[in-house]
């Protein structure tokens, strides 16, 4: 998979989301229940990121959803922001393709308003596909038995209404009036990284959420969309802000740009 148009740190992100993506779905097929294959999967898929990046960038700081959180990284100039199983609810039922791996490189600069995310990719293990930063729509990524090889999150689209997507669980209490600011349907899908894939990917025109998440739920997804043109940032239109010391970064808007005003001020009213 590797291309020289990319950059060293972004072919990484690439090649962690893919191999971590193949182990997983390889794992989903072996047998475990569901409990067991989603602690394993977060297990497995961690230990494979961590110990390449150890291997291949061992002075660069990490946070990870399933390692204890090292404050020392706050002072660190290039902290990898990952989520080995995004979606480890749908990842556990087997046959759901609502889930992803995150992967980002968040570098830090002179000016503390230009430190950003500089790589990122989230993998759609299930669909066997990779989204990144580079101007390529879907990379083709090499998965194990049992995936899905293509297609797609949601159903082909009926009619020109605008999808937004959120979770079924912890749908916001503004999603009514976003609907209606946008004149569009509001469709449940699991998964951070999976429901921001769909809006890069042209399934879905918005995503919102603002139930409680944490930096490695949306570093990665945000990094891709930002650098694909795609608006993400925070529901009171402040933008997102990464290695800060407290992880908890509970709310998200990912949207096509001409819905942004929209949205936005929807969210503002509700």
């Not at 990484?12 to 971590?20: E, T």
């Not at 020392?72 to 990952?82: L, Q, S």
């Not at 959120?166 to 469709?187: H, I, K, N």
Request: charge should be negative.
């Amino acid at each position: 998979m590797a291309d020289p148009t990319r950059s060293p740190d972004q072919q990484l992100a690439v090649d962690l989301a893919v191999d971590a993506g193949r182990l997983l779905v390889d794992l989903r097929t072996s047998g475990p229940t569901r409990r067991a294959l989603g602690d394993l999967g977060d297990r497995r898929a961690n230990t494979l990121i961590l110990d390449r990046l150890a291997a291949e960038r061992p002075g660069d700081a990490v946070l990870s959803e399933e390692s204890r959180d090292d404050p020392a990284r706050v002072g660190a100039d290039r902290v990898w922001i990952i989520d080995p199983v995004d979606g480890t609810r749908e990842y556990g039922l087997g046959d759901r393709p609502d889930w992803a791996v995150h992967v980002a490189l968040w570098e830090r600069s002179g000016d503390p308003a230009r430190s950003r995310l500089t790589a990122a990719a989230v993998s759609l293990p299930a669909l066997g596909v990779v989204l990144g930063t580079d101007d390529d729509e879907v990379y083709a990524a090499p998965v194990g038995n049992g995936s899905v090889d293509g297609g797609g999150l949601l159903p082909p689209r009926t009619g020109s209404r605008p999808r937004i997507v959120l979770s079924a669980t912890r749908p916001p209490a503004f999603a009514e009036a976003v609907a209606r600011a946008v004149g569009g349907d509001l469709v449940p899908l699991g998964s951070a990284g999976a429901k921001a894939a769909a809006v890069v990917r042209g399934e879905a025109d918005a995503y919102i959420h603002a139930g409680g998440q944490y930096q490695w739920d949306s570093a990665a997804p945000a990094g891709v969309a930002l650098a694909r043109g795609v608006v993400a940032l925070r529901v009171d239109g402040s933008p997102l802000e990464y290695n800060v010391a407290d992880t908890y970064l509970p709310d998200l808007v990912v949207c096509r740009a001409d819905l942004a005003e929209r949205i936005l001020g929807a969210i503002a009213e509700g």
